[in-house]
């Protein structure tokens, strides 16, 4: 203690510079403040990752466990076995160009972040969404502390957020409604029950009809009322703005939009790839609608989905026709686990590489940054 008084009187300038720093407030305070906050988020983050793939992991043990000792199941594990390795094969691939899809979207929405970062971090949301939340939350959550960290505006974030997920969104909703509408007329062959075609149709045209109401009454909200709370305007914002934002880039000629589209088709791919692989050869729209209303199970609040997804998907495919139901259970098996692992594999390895970015500008520089 008499050392360091003596250093100080020995040297002023030191002294006043060193009580300058441990000031609250001051200029390396707030960077040190910074840092720990980013220390703390990256420790929540990597838990919840670390526990997501756990979990997933124990999932799949119980799987396999359960096929190979319940006697009603033992015929499911047969037919795995006897599954084509070439298609699975064709699947992992699907899945990795859907991924791919994903990080080509992900980087003409948030156009101004470096390429390395774009990648990194859209690659470690996928990872998040298949392991961790539900309805895509917690890849949306981990992308927005991160741009947080790095100075970007709440606002931009939350508005670019919702572009995201209202392109992925959108191609979902749009083909439910097409194929639901056609193969309820009877023009894309299939199921005739409107509660299987007609239905979902309806809903997935009340949904884009509710989220352009809804973006119109906050426009005129925040038109009208220029002061209000804090979180609701930023929300509105966000939504009147996304919205916005999403229908302009469907216009616009830039083939990264597609993205949006591959995303959803390469993981589509997958699972019809799936059923190849145990010589049953559905028809596409059987599949595909089978899949996105199979798959709204997604939204519920279970890490990855695991139980309900795979029980919605394989109800759905069963109504629509496809049979046996021993080889559906197999095909839908096969399907997620290559659609959660191979996304939580590379998405994990990426989120380890995004903390080598963390303090350091993730921006382009001025010069080459887009919309």
Not at 85 to 114: K, N, T
Request: charged share 15%; net charge positive; hydrophobic share 55%.
């Amino acid at each position: 203690m008499l050392r360091k008084h003596a250093t100080a009187q020995q040297d002023p300038d030191r002294g006043e510079e060193a009580e300058a720093r441990a000031q609250p407030g001051s200029p390396d305070s707030i960077e040190s403040d910074e840092a720990l906050q980013r220390n703390a988020l990256w420790r929540a983050d990597s838990r919840r990752l670390l526990n997501g793939l756990i979990g997933l992991a124990i999932f799949c043990g119980l799987v396999v466990v359960l096929i190979t000792s319940v006697p009603g199941l033992k015929a499911t594990a047969r037919r795995i076995e006897d599954a084509n390795g070439a298609w699975v094969a064709a699947g992992v691939l699907l899945e990795l160009l859907s991924c791919v899809s994903y990080v080509v979207l992900f980087e003409r929405i948030f156009a101004r972040l470096r390429t390395r970062v774009a990648t990194l971090l859209s690659l470690s949301e996928l990872a998040m969404n298949a392991v961790v939340s539900a309805g895509g939350v917690g890849g949306f959550a981990l992308g927005a502390w991160i741009l947080r960290s790095s100075g970007a505006p709440l606002r931009r974030i939350a508005e670019r957020s919702v572009v995201l997920f209202l392109l992925t969104s959108a191609v979902n909703v749009s083909v439910v409604a097409i194929l639901g509408i056609l193969m309820g007329v009877g023009v894309v062959p299939g199921s005739s029950n409107p509660l299987l075609t007609l239905l979902p149709a309806a809903a997935a045209l009340g949904a884009i009809a509710g989220t352009l109401a809804l973006a119109a009454w906050a426009r005129r909200y925040l038109n009208r009322e220029r002061s209000g709370a804090r979180r609701l305007t930023l929300a509105l914002c966000a939504i009147s703005e996304g919205v916005a934002d999403a229908l302009a880039l469907i216009r616009e000629p830039d083939w990264r939009v597609f993205g949006a589209l591959g995303y959803w088709l390469f993981d589509n791919l997958v699972l019809l790839v799936c059923f190849y692989a145990y010589g049953i050869h559905p028809q596409l729209g059987v599949v595909a609608l089978g899949y996105l209303v199979g798959m709204l199970a997604n939204a519920l609040p279970i890490p990855g989905g695991v139980g309900a997804v795979e029980g919605g998907l394989v109800g759905m495919l069963v109504a629509f026709g496809i049979h046996p139901a021993s080889l559906v259970v197999a095909a839908v098996l096969t399907y997620r686990a290559i659609a959660l692992w191979i996304p939580s594999l590379i998405g994990t390895a990426a989120f380890w590489e995004v903390r080598s970015e963390l303090g350091s500008s993730l921006l382009r520089p001025a010069r080459a940054q887009g919309s």
